[in-house]
């Protein structure tokens, strides 16, 4: 059974803020982070994600509950303690990279050793060390101005790791990067860790990023937990609508249940060929994803290609369905034409409730803050 | 008959020749993407188009009209072109409402202002703005201020749009939603638009032509997007959309064989006869058409294998070389998943050949 | 095509030479910067460099060898090494305080840092001298008579005493870029170093403190060149001891050649020297601000933390604020106090006090010509420099024609050249050398304004039309208008807002300027600062005090118009 390592409890943090009244960032967090994983904590702005890690880190104090690092308190409202950031023993790589511009890469590097007093023939080796696991040896002279964002990246990296710490936090490590950059350093974090062995806990609004790289992902909405599972578990079994679109492209179709047929709004006379719930309602929302629908099947809805378009990897097509469209991927190799008719057969639908939307409203209204 | 003519169009920036001898044409009521990578000269023609550069030689057209011609000494002032254009910073302008940005093209004309009223009305209703019509810039998200920018190229022309990269600073979420919208009101309006980017996925949603240009300032390829993807016209065009995996075959004895550095193994598909010179020969294969077949010869080792939601992404190494596989989540449901380490066939479907581009030592 | 409503010609328009709007703006911007800047430069150079037509280096070396200029050569450079070493000091710890701590009264400390702006630095002279002056100083006569001392304890009329009023004006230099610095830091950087194990104390010692080092140079050498160029608190308090330094020397030699040719030639002289000295820390400032500050502001907004003080909080609250008091508000304090009293030297008790020496001032004929003089010179100089100013920043960035540099070279010259400089070289200029005679009117001290704020206003105008991207007139000009209908319908609204506060940046301190007027006036043109200057000249202490209640009264009256004007401007 792997160890606990990081771990909040009814954790909440409140915020008063003067133009947009009280608001509650964080809202009674609990969750456990095991040895050695790779934890991400994913979700709009606003959601509360980067609270959250600040609160782990100790820039930000917590309005209730618990925080716990290996075991040991660092954050308690109960017992009123609160250790400070320099004392909590990890290591973090911010959004921007925070490389201190007027020092040198292994000034950079070495300072967290410094601090520690470590002696200098120890600081030299350790440095090196770092830097060799961050592909930057031969940098140690260069300034942060003179490197490319993504040699910046691994400076902010290489200072994280030089301390060993057990938990490393990262806060939208990678979107600051470009694309094919980002790819890299996804799989040198990865390679990272699995050599050295910390935990990893980041922040990101990416969901693609967040699923490359994690263990297991938290999603959060508005302040609150929403799920917390695999990648493909969050993927395939979205707990609700929100996660459902935040994690990949959804389309949600509103279809009647009737008799035990299920028909899309629009059309009456013909069911769709899906099962309906346990538990259906009359009203319900059918989530799918475009690459989850099959049309080369035997069975299926009877609907035209409206339009299809050559993506790189795959045909998109826009198929009819009641009043509503389906937007569906398919491999190059299975080609319709415009106008063809074909049938449409969704694989392992998600079933949500019917619901008035405003949450979209609050969302952005955290945005701002 | 094209609507829209660009021919033998040079340009250059002091030393640096960015067109030379460019010819394009544009068919009315249809979407034109124009895409090349960063610097290739997109956006110079474009403002050639505006009159807001001059061409050292040759003639554009626009209908019936010559606007530029080099050869007949005439270049008609920017105000009197009348093709409307969505940059990429939007410029609406920050100390005019929604409605006189808008206005601003029908006052220069010299409407009325009950006539002004009407269109300004209508084009917001068309672009979902109405509710904007007095709001200052400032008051609007980068999404609102893009509409606003449309609306107002449309009051300049809505015969013929210029749009320059005009989505590339919204978010992703929003980006979609702005193709679908432009595409939308193409359609109903019957628009020209002449659309630039460098993003593949905007071009290939949004055109019913696409222009690839290349880093020099060439024309390569105008086509549907189907061509684009299907029939590649050459290693550019095919190495510039998408990701692509790069083998080289060598010819051993009287035929070829894949060389992955620590063996070479037969190459068990036809190739081309034109290139079958003696030369080594550059296979390029999508990662989506790469798929798993144990009975394959060919045989590699997963070493990563990283979920991405709609599809697994396989980094397989095949001797010295490592290539990206792609598998559906439903194909990859139905052909079991693959872990990591483990030995694998691999079939390439759809490859493209072309001559090699370094000519390597070989035993 | 679009048809529009004028007649347009037709559309197959053969390209001829047409005389365009660029060519008339590119020539006005290089005719009026050659009246206004070239020519003056020019007549210093050759009048101190030629005599009777031939090279000759007499004069320099007669000049540059004399005791006198030697002395005030080195005053110069002493009192603004000193101002700037202390100014930054000052200037540092308020920004610490104020932009990293939790001290209170913030609000109210920056309030008071906006004061010195406001007011000249010579009426502040003039307070202290009031105050300190060696022999009847109201401060030192009470300190003696309290502690029964024979002498005075301290002497404002003295290097020291120069220094202390001229650092109580310039240290907001350093507090403005010093806290805008801080402010606007990324705060992760700091962050980054906490996480790393640095406690508070060694996060400022090795993080904060360095960064901002190019924040503290900035103003540190603004600081520097404008104490070298000062000539009012000098002025004030150097002449009665025959402390010189060079501004203050070349006003000496002309005044007292009564404006004779032989005088100005040596003004010119003297000119070059002050010039070469400022020269060399222009290069200074030039080097260090080139060798780069470092990119430390943040993208997303995020508040820095605050240091909490704890218990040093109010200590250090009171200690600031006193300070802040009597750097700032005092001296006006004292202005105001001494204007009221009958007669100088007299205790200020509500019984000396009388409303007389307003009477006297206003009752002469000087007082209100010199105010109306002020006021119609600071607002021309503010129209036509801002005017010239955003028309060259125009031609230079928009247009870029050839010479371009050049001409960017002639507007920013005057900011290297000291005000009494740019005096001399008006004279020389303009009073009839060259066939236009132009002295003892007020043409000549409004030309010298306007060269004087010129690069001012340039700099204004073009960080305004920085922010006019390129395609915000293209965008216009495909929506149909020309070029001139782009200049006015797009372009000039949008830096209108930059040019009104332009303007009233130049009017102000023209208002209440002296350094350049104390050369050009005559009977009739005097300014307000050189009417208080002159009162104070002729002994007239409390009238001298009683007008600079009035200029005081009157500066805060334009302020706060101009405040609440900025408030409600539409925001661009």
Same mark, same amino acid.
């Given at each position: 059974?792997?160890?606990?390592?990081?771990?909040?409890?009814?954790?909440?943090?409140?915020?008063?803020?003067?133009?947009?009244?009280?608001?509650?960032?964080?809202?009674?967090?609990?969750?456990?982070?095991?040895?050695?994983?790779?934890?991400?904590?994913?979700?709009?702005?606003?959601?509360?994600?980067?609270?959250?890690?600040?609160?782990?880190?100790?820039?930000?104090?917590?309005?209730?509950?618990?925080?716990?690092?290996?075991?040991?308190?660092?954050?308690?409202?109960?017992?009123?303690?609160?250790?400070?950031?320099?004392?909590?023993?990890?290591?973090?790589?911010?959004?921007?990279?925070?490389?201190?511009?007027?020092?040198?890469?292994?000034?950079?590097?070495?300072?967290?050793?410094?601090?520690?007093?470590?002696?200098?023939?120890?600081?030299?080796?350790?440095?090196?060390?770092?830097?060799?696991?961050?592909?930057?040896?031969?940098?140690?002279?260069?300034?942060?101005?003179?490197?490319?964002?993504?040699?910046?990246?691994?400076?902010?990296?290489?200072?994280?790791?030089?301390?060993?710490?057990?938990?490393?936090?990262?806060?939208?490590?990678?979107?600051?990067?470009?694309?094919?950059?980002?790819?890299?350093?996804?799989?040198?974090?990865?390679?990272?860790?699995?050599?050295?062995?910390?935990?990893?806990?980041?922040?990101?609004?990416?969901?693609?990023?967040?699923?490359?790289?994690?263990?297991?992902?938290?999603?959060?909405?508005?302040?609150?937990?929403?799920?917390?599972?695999?990648?493909?578990?969050?993927?395939?079994?979205?707990?609700?609508?929100?996660?459902?679109?935040?994690?990949?492209?959804?389309?949600?179709?509103?279809?009647?249940?009737?008799?035990?047929?299920?028909?899309?709004?629009?059309?009456?006379?013909?069911?769709?060929?899906?099962?309906?719930?346990?538990?259906?309602?009359?009203?319900?929302?059918?989530?799918?994803?475009?690459?989850?629908?099959?049309?080369?099947?035997?069975?299926?809805?009877?609907?035209?290609?409206?339009?299809?378009?050559?993506?790189?990897?795959?045909?998109?097509?826009?198929?009819?369905?009641?009043?509503?469209?389906?937007?569906?991927?398919?491999?190059?190799?299975?080609?319709?034409?415009?106008?063809?008719?074909?049938?449409?057969?969704?694989?392992?639908?998600?079933?949500?409730?019917?619901?008035?939307?405003?949450?979209?409203?609050?969302?952005?209204?955290?945005?701002?803050? | 008959?094209?609507?829209?003519?660009?021919?033998?169009?040079?340009?250059?920036?002091?030393?640096?020749?960015?067109?030379?001898?460019?010819?394009?044409?544009?068919?009315?009521?249809?979407?034109?993407?124009?895409?090349?990578?960063?610097?290739?000269?997109?956006?110079?023609?474009?403002?050639?188009?505006?009159?807001?550069?001059?061409?050292?030689?040759?003639?554009?057209?626009?209908?019936?009209?010559?606007?530029?011609?080099?050869?007949?000494?005439?270049?008609?002032?920017?105000?009197?072109?009348?093709?409307?254009?969505?940059?990429?910073?939007?410029?609406?302008?920050?100390?005019?409402?929604?409605?006189?940005?808008?206005?601003?093209?029908?006052?220069?004309?010299?409407?009325?202002?009950?006539?002004?009223?009407?269109?300004?009305?209508?084009?917001?209703?068309?672009?979902?703005?109405?509710?904007?019509?007095?709001?200052?810039?400032?008051?609007?998200?980068?999404?609102?201020?893009?509409?606003?920018? *449309?609306?107002?190229?449309?009051?300049? +022309?809505?015969? &013929?749009?210029?749009?320059? !990269?005009?989505?590339?600073? =919204?978010?992703? @979420?929003?980006?979609?939603?702005?193709?679908?919208?432009?595409?939308?009101?193409?359609?109903?309006?019957?628009?020209?638009?002449?659309?630039?980017?460098?993003?593949?996925?905007?071009?290939?949603?949004?055109?019913?032509?696409?222009?690839?240009?290349?880093?020099?300032?060439?024309?390569?390829?105008?086509?549907?997007?189907?061509?684009?993807?299907?029939?590649?016209?050459?290693?550019?065009?095919?190495?510039?959309?998408?990701?692509?995996?790069?083998?080289?075959?060598?010819?051993?004895?009287?035929?070829?064989?894949?060389?992955?550095?620590?063996?070479?193994?037969?190459?068990?598909?036809?190739?081309?006869?034109?290139?079958?010179?003696?030369?080594?020969?550059?296979?390029?294969?999508?990662?989506?058409?790469?798929?798993?077949?144990?009975?394959?010869? *060919?045989?590699?080792?997963?070493?990563? +294998?990283?979920? &991405?939601?709609?599809?697994? !992404?396989?980094?397989?190494? =095949?001797?010295? @070389?490592?290539?990206?596989?792609?598998?559906?989540?439903?194909?990859?449901?139905?052909?079991?998943?693959?872990?990591?380490?483990?030995?694998?066939?691999?079939?390439?479907?759809?490859?493209?050949?072309?001559?090699?581009?370094?000519?390597?030592?070989?035993? | 095509?679009?048809?529009?409503?004028?007649?347009?010609?037709?559309?197959?328009?053969?390209?001829?030479?047409?005389?365009?709007?660029?060519?008339?703006?590119?020539?006005?911007?290089?005719?009026?910067?050659?009246?206004?800047?070239?020519?003056?430069?020019?007549?210093?150079?050759?009048?101190?460099?030629?005599?009777?037509?031939?090279?000759?280096?007499?004069?320099?070396?007669?000049?540059?060898?004399?005791?006198?200029?030697?002395?005030?050569?080195?005053?110069?450079?002493?009192?603004?090494?000193?101002?700037?070493?202390?100014?930054?000091?000052?200037?540092?710890?308020?920004?610490?305080?104020?932009?990293?701590?939790?001290?209170?009264?913030?609000?109210?400390?920056?309030?008071?840092?906006?004061?010195?702006?406001?007011?000249?630095?010579?009426?502040?002279?003039?307070?202290?001298?009031?105050?300190?002056?060696?022999?009847?100083?109201?401060?030192?006569?009470?300190?003696?008579?309290?502690?029964?001392?024979?002498?005075?304890?301290?002497?404002?009329?003295?290097?020291?005493?120069?220094?202390?009023?001229?650092?109580?004006?310039?240290?907001?230099?350093?507090?403005?870029?010093?806290?805008?610095?801080?402010?606007?830091?990324?705060?992760?950087?700091?962050?980054?170093?906490?996480?790393?194990?640095?406690?508070?104390?060694?996060?400022?010692?090795?993080?904060?403190?360095?960064?901002?080092?190019?924040?503290?140079?900035?103003?540190?050498?603004?600081?520097?060149?404008?104490?070298?160029?000062?000539?009012?608190?000098?002025?004030?308090?150097?002449?009665?001891?025959?402390?010189?330094?060079?501004?203050?020397?070349?006003?000496?030699?002309?005044?007292?050649?009564?404006?004779?040719?032989?005088?100005?030639?040596?003004?010119?002289?003297?000119?070059?020297?002050?010039?070469?000295?400022?020269?060399?820390?222009?290069?200074?400032?030039?080097?260090?601000?080139?060798?780069?500050?470092?990119?430390?502001?943040?993208?997303?907004?995020?508040?820095?933390?605050?240091?909490?003080?704890?218990?040093?909080?109010?200590?250090?609250?009171?200690?600031?604020?006193?300070?802040?008091?009597?750097?700032?508000?005092?001296?006006?304090?004292?202005?105001?106090?001494?204007?009221?009293?009958?007669?100088?030297?007299?205790?200020?008790?509500?019984?000396?006090?009388?409303?007389?020496?307003?009477?006297?001032?206003?009752?002469?004929?000087?007082?209100?010509?010199?105010?109306?003089?002020?006021?119609?010179?600071?607002?021309?100089?503010?129209?036509?420099?801002?005017?010239?100013?955003?028309?060259?920043?125009?031609?230079?960035?928009?247009?870029?024609?050839?010479?371009?540099?050049?001409?960017?070279?002639?507007?920013?010259?005057?900011?290297?050249?000291?005000?009494?400089?740019?005096?001399?070289?008006?004279?020389?200029?303009?009073?009839?050398?060259?066939?236009?005679?132009?002295?003892?009117?007020?043409?000549?001290?409004?030309?010298?304004?306007?060269?004087?704020?010129?690069?001012?206003?340039?700099?204004?105008?073009?960080?305004?039309?920085?922010?006019?991207?390129?395609?915000?007139?293209?965008?216009?000009?495909?929506?149909?208008?020309?070029?001139?209908?782009?200049?006015?319908?797009?372009?000039?609204?949008?830096?209108?807002?930059?040019?009104?506060?332009?303007?009233?940046?130049?009017?102000?301190?023209?208002?209440?300027?002296?350094?350049?007027?104390?050369?050009?006036?005559?009977?009739?043109?005097?300014?307000?600062?050189?009417?208080?200057?002159?009162?104070?000249?002729?002994?007239?202490?409390?009238?001298?005090?009683?007008?600079?209640?009035?200029?005081?009264?009157?500066?805060?009256?334009?302020?706060?118009?101009?405040?609440?004007?900025?408030?409600?401007?539409?925001?661009?």
């Amino acid at each position: 059974m792997a160890q606990v390592q990081v771990e909040l409890r009814n954790v909440t943090k409140r915020f008063h803020t003067k133009t947009l009244g009280d608001i509650v960032a964080v809202d009674n967090f609990n969750f456990e982070v095991y040895e050695g994983e790779c934890f991400s904590i994913l979700g709009p702005s606003g959601c509360g994600k980067t609270t959250c890690l600040r609160m782990i880190a100790g820039f930000e104090d917590l309005t209730e509950g618990e925080i716990y690092l290996s075991g040991r308190p660092v954050s308690s409202s109960r017992a009123h303690i609160y250790v400070p950031p320099e004392e909590r023993d990890l290591g973090m790589v911010f959004q921007a990279f925070a490389v201190w511009p007027h020092m040198n890469v292994f000034e950079n590097v070495a300072f967290p050793l410094r601090i520690r007093k470590v002696p200098k023939a120890e600081i030299e080796q350790r440095v090196k060390a770092a830097l060799h696991h961050t592909s930057l040896t031969g940098l140690e002279n260069a300034y942060p101005s003179d490197l490319s964002g993504g040699q910046q990246q691994r400076i902010a990296l290489a200072r994280a790791i030089v301390t060993n710490p057990k938990v490393m936090l990262l806060d939208e490590p990678l979107s600051n990067l470009d694309p094919h950059l980002r790819e890299t350093m996804r799989f040198e974090l990865k390679e990272l860790q699995q050599k050295f062995g910390f935990t990893i806990i980041f922040v990101t609004h990416d969901q693609s990023e967040a699923m490359a790289l994690s263990d297991r992902m938290l999603v959060a909405d508005m302040g609150k937990i929403m799920q917390i599972d695999t990648p493909e578990n969050l993927y395939n079994k979205p707990v609700n609508r929100f996660v459902h679109s935040f994690l990949g492209e959804s389309t949600f179709l509103k279809v009647i249940i009737r008799d035990g047929k299920v028909y899309a709004e629009g059309d009456l006379e013909h069911p769709l060929a899906v099962t309906p719930p346990p538990n259906a309602e009359p009203e319900m929302i059918l989530a799918t994803r475009p690459n989850q629908i099959q049309l080369t099947g035997e069975e299926g809805y009877e609907t035209k290609i409206q339009t299809r378009i050559f993506l790189t990897d795959r045909t998109e097509y826009v198929v009819p369905v009641g009043n509503q469209f389906l937007k569906v991927q398919t491999p190059h190799r299975i080609t319709f034409r415009e106008g063809d008719p074909c049938k449409v057969q969704i694989i392992d639908p998600m079933w949500y409730p019917v619901e008035d939307d405003d949450a979209e409203k609050e969302r952005q209204r955290r945005q701002l803050i | 008959m094209p609507y829209v003519r660009f021919e033998n169009i040079s340009f250059a920036y002091g030393e640096k020749q960015v067109l030379k001898n460019f010819s394009l044409s544009l068919e009315k009521n249809e979407i034109m993407c124009l895409v090349g990578p960063s610097g290739c000269g997109k956006t110079t023609l474009v403002r050639c188009l505006l009159g807001l550069n001059r061409p050292a030689e040759g003639e554009i057209f626009v209908g019936d009209t010559c606007v530029f011609s080099s050869k007949r000494r005439i270049n008609v002032p920017p105000e009197r072109r009348g093709i409307g254009i969505v940059f990429q910073d939007y410029a609406v302008w920050p100390h005019l409402t929604v409605k006189e940005n808008i206005a601003y093209p029908l006052r220069k004309r010299g409407l009325s202002k009950d006539e002004i009223q009407r269109r300004v009305e209508s084009v917001l209703e068309l672009v979902s703005m109405r509710d904007y019509i007095n709001h200052l810039p400032n008051q609007l998200s980068g999404g609102q201020q893009q509409r606003v920018a *449309i609306a107002r190229a449309l009051m300049t +022309s809505d015969d &013929l749009i210029v749009m320059d !990269e005009p989505i590339t600073n =919204l978010d992703a @979420k929003l980006r979609e939603q702005m193709l679908f919208e432009i595409r939308q009101l193409q359609r109903n309006l019957g628009t020209t638009i002449f659309y630039i980017t460098h993003d593949q996925k905007a071009a290939l949603h949004l055109g019913d032509q696409i222009a690839i240009m290349d880093p020099h300032g060439g024309l390569v390829q105008v086509g549907s997007d189907e061509d684009f993807i299907l029939r590649p016209k050459n290693r550019f065009v095919f190495e510039f959309i998408g990701v692509t995996n790069f083998l080289t075959l060598k010819p051993v004895n009287s035929s070829y064989s894949l060389d992955v550095g620590s063996q070479l193994i037969p190459w068990p598909e036809k190739l081309p006869d034109v290139l079958k010179n003696g030369r080594a020969i550059d296979v390029g294969v999508r990662p989506n058409d790469i798929v798993f077949d144990a009975s394959s010869p *060919i045989r590699g080792i997963v070493r990563r +294998s990283v979920f &991405l939601g709609s599809e697994y !992404e396989y980094f397989v190494q =095949l001797g010295d @070389k490592e290539l990206r596989v792609q598998l559906g989540t439903l194909e990859a449901a139905q052909s079991g998943h693959v872990k990591e380490g483990s030995e694998v066939g691999l079939r390439f479907l759809n490859p493209h050949y072309y001559e090699a581009v370094r000519e390597e030592a070989w035993k | 095509m679009i048809k529009l409503r004028r007649k347009t010609t037709d559309l197959a328009a053969v390209e001829g030479r047409r005389i365009s709007l660029d060519g008339i703006m590119t020539a006005l911007a290089f005719a009026l910067l050659l009246v206004v800047v070239v020519i003056p430069i020019s007549m210093i150079v050759y009048h101190a460099f030629l005599y009777k037509g031939k090279f000759s280096l007499d004069l320099i070396i007669d000049q540059f060898t004399r005791d006198t200029t030697i002395s005030a050569m080195w005053n110069t450079i002493k009192i603004a090494v000193l101002v700037t070493v202390f100014g930054t000091i000052v200037g540092v710890f308020y920004a610490w305080l104020l932009g990293r701590t939790n001290i209170p009264g913030k609000k109210l400390m920056r309030f008071l840092f906006t004061i010195p702006y406001m007011f000249p630095p010579f009426l502040g002279a003039m307070a202290w001298d009031l105050l300190l002056n060696g022999r009847a100083g109201y401060l030192n006569r009470w300190l003696m008579k309290t502690f029964g001392l024979k002498s005075a304890p301290l002497n404002i009329n003295s290097i020291w005493g120069i220094v202390f009023v001229e650092l109580s004006y310039y240290f907001p230099f350093v507090f403005m870029q010093v806290v805008s610095a801080l402010e606007r830091m990324d705060p992760t950087l700091e962050e980054s170093a906490r996480i790393a194990g640095a406690r508070q104390g060694t996060v400022i010692r090795k993080i904060t403190l360095p960064l901002v080092t190019p924040a503290i140079s900035a103003g540190a050498l603004l600081i520097l060149i404008s104490s070298l160029a000062h000539f009012g608190v000098p002025a004030i308090l150097g002449f009665a001891q025959g402390i010189f330094t060079l501004p203050t020397r070349i006003y000496a030699v002309i005044a007292r050649s009564g404006g004779s040719f032989e005088g100005i030639r040596q003004g010119a002289a003297l000119s070059i020297l002050l010039v070469l000295v400022v020269s060399i820390a222009l290069w200074i400032q030039r080097r260090v601000l080139s060798s780069g500050g470092y990119d430390i502001i943040k993208g997303k907004s995020m508040r820095p933390t605050l240091i909490n003080l704890r218990g040093a909080r109010i200590p250090l609250f009171i200690l600031a604020l006193t300070n802040l008091v009597v750097i700032v508000l005092v001296p006006l304090i004292m202005i105001f106090l001494v204007g009221l009293v009958r007669a100088y030297g007299l205790p200020l008790v509500p019984a000396n006090f009388t409303l007389a020496n307003y009477k006297r001032i206003f009752a002469a004929s000087g007082t209100i010509e010199s105010i109306k003089n002020s006021l119609i010179l600071s607002i021309s100089a503010g129209v036509i420099s801002m005017l010239l100013g955003t028309l060259v920043a125009y031609v230079v960035q928009k247009i870029k024609p050839k010479g371009t540099a050049l001409l960017e070279i002639m507007s920013v010259l005057p900011y290297s050249i000291p005000g009494m400089v740019l005096a001399v070289g008006v004279i020389l200029a303009w009073s009839g050398s060259l066939g236009i005679n132009l002295y003892n009117t007020l043409w000549i001290i409004l030309i010298a304004y306007v060269a004087r704020y010129l690069s001012f206003s340039m700099k204004t105008s073009s960080a305004a039309l920085l922010q006019v991207h390129p395609s915000l007139e293209e965008a216009a000009r495909t929506c149909g208008a020309t070029h001139t209908e782009t200049l006015r319908d797009i372009t000039l609204p949008l830096i209108r807002p930059a040019m009104i506060s332009g303007f009233f940046l130049i009017f102000l301190p023209a208002m209440r300027e002296v350094t350049t007027s104390v050369l050009l006036y005559g009977p009739y043109t005097r300014t307000l600062g050189v009417q208080i200057y002159a009162l104070r000249d002729a002994g007239m202490m409390p009238q001298a005090s009683a007008l600079g209640s009035v200029a005081i009264v009157l500066i805060i009256v334009i302020n706060s118009i101009v405040n609440a004007l900025n408030k409600d401007r539409r925001g661009v």
